[in-house]
């Protein structure tokens, strides 16, 4: 259930093709690869000009609000910038400090005897939290409730990513890792001034009586597992080049177009602001995974660490509860539970569990086989044949954003049917 | 400028005194068990007049003082977690070669045992859940408290974070200078009060105004004041239980001083941002004392700079947040004199070592000062050699007389300057 990326004795892993010249760096040590602008922008730009025209033209905004999102946005895009040009300087320290790990999906090439600097999920969250700071003071309409809303959250991330990089610096036990997660939500579950109830769905309401069913405590019982769940379940789905910070990516990415959806088909400025709020933290996410997938993407030049993963889970997982959305983000989340449930009997400890469940790599072919693992990873190779690993992580990522457009079918066929 | 605890190479240190092992399970050498007699000796010094203030002296509001006693049980329970946790933390960060020689024992046996580093991290994990917890129990919060709490949350959460960063990647000193101003953000956003100060009545002739709004410029003042209180702690350091020492005295002494103004007030927004601010101290002064039951003489772990900067950005976001900044800037005086003392040295005026400690004599076991502008150097050319724990004692209790000497100049300036 880890990633392929931890702390792995003696492991060959060489260059696997020529890569461009190295990067302009100062220092002594060997620099890292130069970040793959090109195969981020061609990953972004479709789903930029769809957000952006949604955005700008599309749906009719307050402009005070549009103001807040386009400011939010540039404060986002000056952070891809700051994560780009930050990363090679931290892997440097990381180096030194021998926080890496071998590329075990390399083995047997020249890549796989390379040090890979780990951890660089702690440049992603610092970032996004100065970004997030930065952006209170440009916020004049904030109000007190905001504001509450809005440290707490803070306060939740930055636990998490305290946690996420104690655990990859000292590699705390998994059962300390599952409840990690659990403090870090503290502060989110205590200012969470929101209503406890759920809508029954429509259907379902003459055999149960009730339309409306009011959780109190089981409600934030659920947020904390939420919280929980959506950490360990991007920590789980991973162990391929880019596949942590991809499907990041492509969560962030469906919901921001869900967020900018509901802001603009909705009159209620309550229910917009809550929306508002998710974009705030969102755009920031997104931005910053960008410029970490921008050294990350295959073949990784940097390893993100459970840092990154936590980060990113625990960040998905307040927007969802705060802006009170969190049944739509757990269908984004399609992949990541049928990875959970592919798992459970290995991690249930019913079946063996190895400490690395990953496909093995042929070196001759340079193909992934999948093994008996359950994990979606070697599901999707004993499905679709060997893949190299590069297209298996686009196979995933593909299959990531059909879940999300599934989602978005699902909700519009069941508008208004349900509530 | 940095603690004695930086990973130096080969130095040796014994055990200097024949200590029963503890009951540790597992296959490392398990750590001396805590002193908890050192620990209780000094602060049932500070407890006794507490304890009586809080309880007995002054006439407090009884939900607020149910609320300060659950704030204490929830802090002493945290001691007991804190005591709990660092063996088991110690372990996990020999095996991360997070470890220090202890430059002081170097000649002795001492000398060459590797002592865990920057478990300044258990206490600043263990103060977060302590805090957070507390909110839970706060059923009077509204939410102005809520975001003032939150943001001071979130604050202290960055500190720490960026310590234990710069513990494990080492980060250059000029960087290391401006993280607390990051990580005081937060509070600057979240600061709600007044940006106006009261001009000493003396000078109010001259001046010509009787209060002064400072607008943005208070603002700046704040951001400063984090960077002070986390750097001057960090770099008044160097002997064993120095840094944590000091910040056990200084947090007892807010603690004394919020007491005494929620007696002394009948205002309910005054007496609410001292409350706040003894929310805060009670978790840091019980979680220090228990890594001060690890860390004082001899040391079994190092604090790292996680420590110094958690209990610096502390004392700042309650300063700031408690609206007594000044009076927690005497406090500091101590550490004043020692940055002004460290100044020619700083600004590379004149040549500045890696470690500006005294010299330790391994025959005599004394320390004795060299001309390096700090306070520990300064007592050490004043006083005469001493050993390390007998100056470590001499100066915290100097950090006591600086807080006795503020609480009897604010008796005395009383209704003179405000």
Not at 32 to 54: D, H, T
Not at 122 to 147: E, R
Not at 277 to 283: P, V
Not at 352 to 380: A, E, I, M, W, Y
Request: with cysteine; proline share 7%; net charge positive.
């Amino acid at each position: 259930m880890a990633t392929a990326r931890k702390r792995t004795p003696s492991k060959p892993e060489p260059e696997p093709k020529p890569q461009a010249p190295t990067a302009s760096s100062s220092a002594a040590d060997p620099p890292i690869s130069p970040p793959k602008y090109g195969a981020i922008l061609k990953l972004s730009c479709f789903f930029l000009i769809l957000y952006v025209y949604l955005v700008a033209r599309h749906y009719e905004i307050d402009p005070e609000l549009k103001g807040s999102i386009l400011i939010n946005a540039g404060l986002s895009l000056f952070g891809y910038f700051a994560t780009v040009r930050l990363i090679p300087v931290a892997s440097r320290y990381v180096l030194r400090r021998n926080l890496f790990g071998y590329d075990i999906n390399k083995k047997g090439t020249p890549q796989g005897s390379v040090k890979v600097p780990e951890s660089l999920g702690i440049v992603v969250g610092i970032v996004f939290l100065v970004l997030a700071i930065l952006f209170q003071f440009s916020n004049f309409t904030a109000d007190s409730n905001w504001l509450v809303e809005y440290n707490a959250a803070l306060a939740s991330i930055c636990f998490m990513i305290l946690l996420g990089f104690v655990d990859d610096v000292l590699d705390v036990p998994w059962r300390v890792k599952l409840i990690l997660p659990s403090f870090a939500a503290l502060p989110l579950l205590m200012a969470y001034a929101g209503h406890t109830s759920i809508i029954i769905p429509k259907p379902l309401v003459p055999y149960i009586g009730i339309e409306i069913l009011n959780l109190g405590w089981i409600y934030k019982l659920y947020m904390g597992l939420l919280a929980v769940f959506c950490t360990n379940s991007i920590n789980i789905h991973a162990g391929l080049n880019g596949l942590e910070v991809g499907q990041t990516v492509v969560i962030a990415a469906a919901i921001l177009i869900h967020n900018i959806m509901q802001i603009g088909a909705s009159k209620d400025p309550e229910y917009q602001q809550a929306h508002a709020f998710s974009i705030y933290l969102i755009q920031p996410l997104l931005a910053t995974s960008l410029g970490l997938l921008s050294y990350n993407w295959y073949p990784s030049a940097v390893f993100v660490g459970d840092t990154f993963t936590y980060f990113a889970g625990m960040t998905m997982a307040v927007v969802g509860i705060l802006g009170h959305f969190s049944e739509t983000l757990l269908i984004f989340f399609l992949p990541q539970i049928l990875n959970f449930l592919l798992s459970l009997p290995q991690l249930a400890g019913i079946v063996p569990c190895p400490r690395h469940r990953l496909p093995r790599f042929d070196p001759q072919t340079g193909l992934l086989t999948g093994t008996n693992d359950g994990t979606l990873v070697n599901f999707f190779l004993r499905l679709f044949g060997q893949k190299t690993e590069k297209s298996l992580c686009i196979l995933l990522l593909v299959f990531q954003a059909l879940g999300c457009c599934f989602c978005f079918l699902l909700r519009w066929l069941l508008a208004g049917w349900y509530k």
